[in-house]
């Protein structure tokens, strides 16, 4: 779930050490409440699998408070993304502006941030103060406990945007963006009473042309969302603008969505414990010594890695480093190795604990279980398939100097390696065989990568922890927004009646599930270059998935060509964000990439097309 981020506006001009000195202290304080959070959810949630298993004695209580530090972290996570410039956004139109105006862009979209936060405070306190009168069933203490973490959040990142705007930003360059994005607002605001007559009209109005605008524009993706469902909610229909925020709330307050922050945390543990770099030695003894070796251990590794960590960059960033050196060693072009490392990417969208899987599973209510044990076996299709590419194109490979590991040492390998081999299939054999649940097996999965660390890799780096628990929080919070935004935007395109309509057109298509399956896998496509999988699929994923399930189509076959397809347009250049953090990780120009991946991508699609052909491929697996 990895994307260009908010940077900070060139052209500052104006020296304010007093600021900065407020920002950095107020930063901090929300840094170690938001690192300390996710410490919390993992040991309140551990305590409640140690009571259920080991004690017999199940604690009534943990989901609950896990639940209220959950909101809050979801919250002052995406607070400490904001700070930071984490939250998703797409910035490829922005790039290609001259240098003398993108800083203007880079106004405009924290402008047009804070516009939106500005206007959705008072709801959110309007809906906290509401849920006062609420009271929690176990912990029964009043739900303003919980739903406090909204207004607070909201205001922390529009006290955070505002102080960047006066910190970073030249003040002409910032009078602009204030300018334009007021103008914008007034104008909206006073065609109140067209937008009334419009009808259906406003759903290309909001959700469309300001959605759209707004992401190709570089404002992060939740708050295009956001500015485009408020926008809508407030001034072409009557509702209630509270509604807005508690939708929010909703989208972000599932708990199997607890899941999110503990695998972010335990990808982080793998790489900084030693764990991924054992599975990669081992792989690599066993297959550097034939021709496209280390390019088979690329797409292998990334497999073994591949949705622990909830971010597709984390993945990257585990396996390039080790590779890439030797690979390049041996005469492998730089612009090979980042398309490679992009197309391995997209192939691995659908190995569990995916976090896009997770959340597939929050909003239809598709089986977890069910979705891991079906998302192994097409990720194996599309590995196959960019293995043929690999070996057409590494057969002139010279291996001369190449000394072939022994077997003993591969041996020595497999055992260091195994705690690190194991964990991927005890996480994902443990959901799919019921014996936890997601998020149960995620803090399990802290533990042994704890415990691996410190006993058998002995690489536990006490110094990191801290930056690793803010990072998690970090990117929890710009995944739970953009959940939370597109929630709420789904709901609104509901209540006009648009999944109606979506319906009729859908199951109105000639060829019946056959052509269905073709179109999803070419809108989702294009959704995935524009708004990367999760916000895709809470969008649109209530609305499609009844409909596949109405053509017969099994749904965890769906999923698995919805995410794939998805895959697609997030790694394949030159809109996908993937493409471009695979570059970054690589430090190689995008430009060196884009003829090599063309082969990469056309044989992800012809896997992707083989997996919606053949059901058995998502299905053949399951129970029942």
């Not at 391995?344 to 899987?357: D, I, N, Y």
């Not at 895959?567 to 090599?596: E, M, T």
């Not at 992707?608 to 491929?617: D, E, F, G, Q, S």
């Amino acid at each position: 779930m990895s994307g260009p981020v908010l940077g900070l506006a060139a052209g500052a001009r104006v020296d304010a050490p007093l600021l900065s000195a407020i920002e950095r202290r107020l930063g901090a304080l929300v840094d170690i409440a938001a690192g300390g959070l996710v410490l919390a959810d993992v040991g309140v949630l551990f305590a409640g699998v140690l009571a259920r298993f080991v004690f017999h004695s199940p604690l009534v209580w943990s989901d609950e408070l896990a639940s209220i530090l959950f909101i809050w972290l979801a919250m002052l996570g995406a607070v400490v993304a904001l700070r930071r410039g984490e939250h998703m956004r797409m910035t490829a139109l922005v790039s290609m502006q001259p240098p003398s105006r993108r800083p203007l862009f880079e106004a405009f979209a924290l402008c047009a941030s804070l516009a939106f936060l500005a206007m959705v405070a008072w709801p959110a306190w309007e809906y906290a103060s509401e849920e006062r009168f609420i009271t929690t069933p176990a912990l029964n203490i009043s739900n303003a406990w919980r739903a406090a973490a909204l207004p607070v959040g909201i205001g922390l990142m529009g006290l955070f945007a505002v102080l960047r705007l006066l910190r970073d930003v030249e003040w002409r360059i910032t009078a602009k963006a204030v300018v334009i994005v007021a103008t914008l607002v007034l104008a909206f605001t006073l065609g109140r009473s067209v937008f009334q007559d419009l009808g259906r009209l406003n759903l290309l109005v909001f959700f469309v042309g300001v959605v759209l605008a707004g992401v190709l524009a570089g404002i992060p993706i939740a708050f295009s969302f956001g500015l485009g469902t408020f926008g809508y909610l407030a001034l072409a229909t009557d509702t209630a603008l509270p509604v807005i925020v508690g939708r929010m709330d909703e989208g972000m307050s599932h708990l199997i969505l607890l899941a999110v922050p503990l695998f972010v945390f335990l990808g982080l543990l793998i790489e900084m414990t030693g764990m991924a770099k054992a599975m990669i030695a081992f792989l690599a003894g066993l297959l550097g010594h034939v021709k496209g070796g280390l390019s088979y251990v690329l797409v292998g590794a990334m497999y073994l890695v591949s949705g622990i960590s909830g971010s597709k960059a984390a993945d990257m960033a585990a396996v390039a480093p080790a590779l890439f050196p030797e690979m390049k060693q041996r005469g492998a072009s730089e612009g090979d190795l980042v398309a490679l490392l992009a197309a391995t990417g997209a192939q691995t969208e659908t190995v569990p604990p995916s976090l896009v899987l997770i959340t597939i599973g929050s909003v239809t209510g598709v089986s977890i279980a069910a979705l891991f044990t079906g998302g192994l076996l097409p990720a194996v299709v599309l590995g196959l398939m960019l293995c043929v590419v690999v070996y057409f194109r590494c057969r002139g490979e010279d291996l001369s100097e190449v000394v072939r590991t022994p077997w003993r040492e591969v041996g020595r390998l497999a055992v260091v390696a195994l705690p690190a081999l194991a964990l991927p299939f005890v996480i994902r054999a443990a959901v799919v065989e019921g014996v936890a649940t997601a998020t149960e097996v995620s803090t399990i999965g802290i533990m042994y990568a704890v415990v691996a660390g410190l006993v058998v890799y002995r690489q536990f780096d006490w110094k990191r922890l801290g930056p690793m628990l803010v990072a998690t929080a970090s990117l929890s919070g710009a995944i739970l927004l953009i959940i939370g935004t597109a929630t709420a935007m789904a709901w609104g395109l509901t209540q006009s009646g648009f999944s109606r309509l979506l319906a009729e057109a859908m199951t109105g298509l000639p060829g019946g599930a056959p052509m269905f399956l073709a179109v999803s896998l070419v809108i989702f496509v294009v959704l995935g270059s524009v708004l990367e999988g999760i916000p895709a699929i809470v969008l649109f994923g209530p609305l499609l998935f009844p409909i596949a399930r109405q053509l017969g189509i099994h749904e965890v076959h769906y999923a698995m060509v919805v995410v794939l397809s998805m895959g697609l347009g997030l790694f394949a250049p030159p809109l996908g964000v993937g493409y471009y953090a695979a570059c970054a990780i690589g430090r190689v120009h995008p430009d060196a990439g884009i003829r090599p991946i063309a082969g990469y991508m056309v044989a992800l699609l012809v896997g992707t097309i083989a997996v919606a052909a053949i059901p058995w491929l998502s299905i053949g697996f399951l129970r029942g």
